[in-house]
């Protein structure tokens, strides 16, 4: 009896120690974070250039970010095979003539072969517009497929989605169906958050405004796959609501350490749900928009800072 309890508690720690490995060698064995948000992946993602959007995979398989590279927003991915992560490469998603581009905010299906961001078209602007110019120039959402282990050149969703209105933050769900944020016309005007119900075949229904029991003008930037729970911004904060039988609870704050002259965005979980990832900018306190960045990083924390707030 006594050998079989040393046995069991043998085993059991060397679960333990497997377990913690492959957590550490699925982060690029980077120490992982408990109540205090730590810097993503230092030298590794977040450098001295501008850094956003941790995104993994369903399978954790895949990671995806952008960096703003040559005053382009480019998507940068790594894969890990055999439990080992991949060097970290830019995706081409437009044709080589395009000098300045824009694509940010990726989003991966559950199947791990489409992903959505945010672009901009580059026939808009020949590529003879200024940073400035291109920052303003309304986004759409763009789709690329991963064909025989390649990411192919993007295309754009369909009408319903991107229009010539603002589309940005595109979330796809478990079913394939997105979320999106727009301030094309609706009853409630300015910009809302849309959901599209999949129809198949690279097919959505037409896009419906998301009641939420906003305040401040909080927008969904985050949905869990099942759309059990959302994350919004508002106020330059980060809030969590819950869909309780359809309808969604009003948002509360999660709590950060939240500097000023920073602004938070690019909310995303792993998808074991045990870490929240999100992305700040600091801006030039004398200029606006993306021309007044001068340093972006990307910080997780665990999850627990969310739930708790139910």
Not at 120 to 142: A, G, H, M, S
Not at 227 to 235: F, K, L, P, S
Not at 274 to 290: D, E, I, M, Q, V
Request: aromatic share 16%.
């Amino acid at each position: 009896m006594k050998k079989s309890n040393i046995y069991i508690s043998f085993l059991l720690i060397l679960i333990s120690i497997f377990s913690c490995k492959s957590s550490n060698l699925s982060y690029f064995d980077t120490t992982l974070p408990s109540t205090k948000p730590l810097l993503f992946a230092p030298n590794l993602v977040n450098t001295d250039s501008v850094e956003l959007n941790i995104v993994f995979n369903y399978d954790h398989t895949e990671m995806f970010f952008s960096r703003i590279v040559d005053n382009s927003f480019v998507i940068h991915h790594s894969e890990r095979i055999n439990g080992k992560w991949s060097d970290i490469k830019p995706i081409k998603m437009y044709d080589d003539d395009v000098l300045v581009s824009v694509a940010c905010d990726p989003t991966i299906s559950k199947d791990g072969k489409t992903m959505y961001f945010l672009g901009v078209d580059p026939k808009l602007y020949n590529n003879n517009v200024t940073r400035e110019e291109l920052y303003n120039i309304p986004p759409d959402i763009y789709k690329s497929r991963k064909v025989d282990g390649e990411w192919e050149l993007a295309s754009k969703v369909d009408f319903l989605i991107s229009t010539k209105y603002f589309e940005t933050y595109p979330v796809v769900t478990a079913d394939g169906s997105l979320y999106f944020r727009s301030n094309r016309p609706s009853k409630k005007g300015g910009m809302q958050t849309y959901r599209a119900q999949y129809l198949g075949d690279g097919k959505f229904e037409t896009p419906v405004v998301v009641n939420l029991k906003t305040e401040n003008k909080e927008l969904i930037t985050y949905i869990s796959p099942d759309e059990r729970y959302a994350i919004t911004n508002g106020q330059g904060k980060f809030q969590i609501t819950f869909n309780e039988n359809g309808k969604w609870t009003k948002p509360k704050e999660i709590p950060l350490n939240y500097e000023s002259n920073w602004r938070y965005y690019c909310p995303y979980m792993s998808s074991d749900e045990k870490y929240f990832f999100y992305s700040r900018k600091y801006n030039n306190p004398n200029k606006k928009g993306w021309t007044g960045v001068e340093k972006g990083e990307v910080y997780w924390i665990n999850a627990n800072i969310l739930f708790n707030k139910k």
